[in-house]
């Protein structure tokens, strides 16, 4: 896993200084709310890190904003991966 984070800024939100200069150094955004940061969440936005927390901030979403949030999630889940690690030539294990 990386050290980026996914964190949410209502519109109309007056935020810090020191959070608009993390937001504007922000890796990846989607529409005017959703923001992919390095480190940790600068004061003044919701860390989206979890199904519950995007649960709660769901309805302020656009449909586009809310895809991008589930799909930053799922790409962050741990979950097992069928032949995670194996050798290709492990028995029992059939190659995609």
Do not use: N
């Not at 529409?31 to 769901?58: M, S």
Request: proline fraction near 9%.
């Amino acid at each position: 896993m990386t050290d980026e984070i996914l964190v949410f800024v209502a519109k109309g939100t007056g935020i810090k200084a020191q959070a608009r200069a993390a937001l504007r150094g922000a890796r990846l955004s989607c529409g005017e709310q959703l923001f992919v940061l390095a480190g940790p969440p600068p004061p003044g936005v919701t860390l989206v890190d979890r199904a519950d927390r995007l649960a709660a901030i769901a309805p302020r979403l656009t449909p586009a904003e809310l895809l991008f949030a589930r799909a930053w999630l799922s790409g962050r889940a741990e979950t097992p991966r069928t032949g995670e690690g194996a050798d290709w030539d492990t028995p029992g294990y059939e190659a995609p």
